[in-house]
């Protein structure tokens, strides 16, 4: 089974420094540190930080690390701490730790692939072959549903990406209104391998190829 995670962090200010810390899989037994980690900005939109491995790939930046393993899973936990500055200059240089933890759902086995990418799920035309869409029924109808951790109030995020929203389940505050930890729970289906490998080959997608995917043992 293939998984294909991207931490992902959306900031209040492009310039704000974003730094993936951990990354845990308790189900499959994965942690990494920064000492594997980075954190990358590919997006035209700067606010978004994601992580991604530190070696590999021949130095590329790609969009989140696939992982793949003898276990298949139906229910699975992501845990990503982040580590945020002050943006302000002559603030104390000290990084604050956020958590974010994303419990998925997977609906069905169909394919041994699951994506943080919510674009595998919509339809596609790909060379006389087409691909249905695949929302799952609990996603609002003019929404796509993202793993995403943010900086302030979720009515921020939505407002600058309403598409991508989804309703955490649960958001812990500071006093002064920023996130210090969130939880949700996101519904998702499979997604089909030949498309992921497809998009994979264009460059300017920063997908990172299955052939590459770390690879873990079950036990």
């Known amino acids: 089974m293939y998984y294909h995670f991207i931490p992902k962090y959306f900031a209040d200010d492009p310039d704000r420094d974003c730094f993936l810390k951990s990354f845990e899989i308790p189900e499959l037994g994965l942690q990494l ?5 980075k954190t990358i900005k590919p997006y035209p939109n700067e606010r978004y930080s994601i992580g991604c491995l530190r070696h590999g790939f021949h130095g590329r930046n790609l969009i989140g690390f696939v992982i793949e393993s003898e276990k298949s899973l139906s229910n699975f936990t992501k845990i990503c701490e982040w580590v945020v500055y002050p943006l302000e200059r002559g603030e104390p240089d000290i990084g604050f730790v956020f958590k974010h933890i994303t419990r998925y759902r997977l609906l069905d086995d169909d394919y041994p692939l699951f ?3 919510f674009m595998l799920l919509d339809s596609w035309s790909i060379e006389n072959k087409k691909y249905p869409l695949r929302r799952p029924s609990s996603w609002p109808e003019d929404r796509r549903i993202s793993s995403v951790m943010e900086l302030n109030s979720q009515l921020q995020f939505d407002k ?9 389940l649960d ?3 500071e006093i002064d209104g920023v996130i210090s930890e969130r939880e949700q729970i996101i519904d998702f289906h499979t997604a089909p391998i030949d498309l992921y490998c497809y ?3 264009n460059p300017g997608r920063k997908m990172p190829p299955l052939d590459k995917a770390l690879q873990l043992t079950a036990f």
Do not use: C, H
Not at 33 to 37: F, P, R, S, Y
Not at 160 to 168: A, I, N, Q
């Open 33 to 37: 540190t920064d000492k594997e980690l």
């Open 115 to 117: 994506s943080d990418n």
């Open 160 to 168: 600058v990406e309403d598409k991508l929203g989804g309703k955490p």
């Open 199 to 201: 998009l994979s080959e």
């Open 171 to 173: 958001d812990f505050y």
